[in-house]
């Protein structure tokens, strides 16, 4: 994964692929706030999501600090979602925001910073961290897929715990 | 002490899911006990209370479907099979999940303090009796034959357990 700066060095050097690597990067994050943290269901959640890139696309220019690329479209995907709900109900736009909302906005921002580090891992860790956490599978299934030995999974997943959270920590 | 009388239709499913969960959150504590001098510690805690998650919703499932099982039973017009079916997944389910307790509980034996060792090998015992308690459900469950091969995994779970809790009584001798 792109860091932050690099990517945002890259769309406003008007790299197509480098907007491609944004919406994909950020498309499940800002469509998580639209629908987790506004409760914007079908057509609104996805209209809210579109604005979002079009707004991103329009002002890239005007991010001070590419490091802050996430905030910034946490920040945008919020107006967004409030000036659907405004419009919604036919009022002017609202700062009124649902209860909850920081509780989530702050998984889905701890769970975005998993995502990241976990795309530094190598692709084993990668793997058997989400075959137990994610999916759910016994030992035993995963040695037999990954064709390691049952015994040494519980140790290999902790192993896999330690890098993930070096990378979460640095 | 409660006068609540047990609810017959939870059955031995519920209780060998919230024991083995138990035993999880055991194995979680007793690792946690022993992170100072254990750098891998912080990663059996998770793997240990995600186990227990994972226990406490099988068990919860398994209530349901052997309630409606026990209703389809009565009830002459029922899809008794798919019942059935239902009713044997879960067991096996809850089989392997122990026996991954009780797994993790040998290697937490292995490197635990010695004060709570015993606590280790306690929470493997107690996730191999869940993981035994469990094949048998799914040997008694009337769709399931001799060499159904949901019996023959759920029967190798419940072994890898009960070898698993003879090593945690074993760990530090």
Redesign the interface.
Known sequence: MPSEEELVARCLAGDPEAWNDLVRTYSRYVFAICSQGYRLQGADAEDAFQDVFVRVYGRLDTLRNAEALRPWIAQMTRRVCLDRIAAGKREEPSDVEPLGLEATLEELDEAFAVREAMAELSEECREILDR??CR?E????IGEELGLP??TI??R??????RL?QRLEA | MSSQPPDPTRGAGYAAGRTAAAAARLVADVARASSETWPDARGVVAQANALADRLEVLAEANADVFAAALVALADPSADLAQHMQRAAALPLEIAEASSDVASLAVVVADRCDGLVRADAAGAAALAAGAASASAHLVRANLTVKPDDPRLQQALRAADDARYSASRAFEAGV
Do not use: E, H, N, V
């Open positions: 137990f956490f759910d016994s030992y035993r299934t049952a015994g519980a140790s997943i902790s192993r896999c715990l330690a959270r």
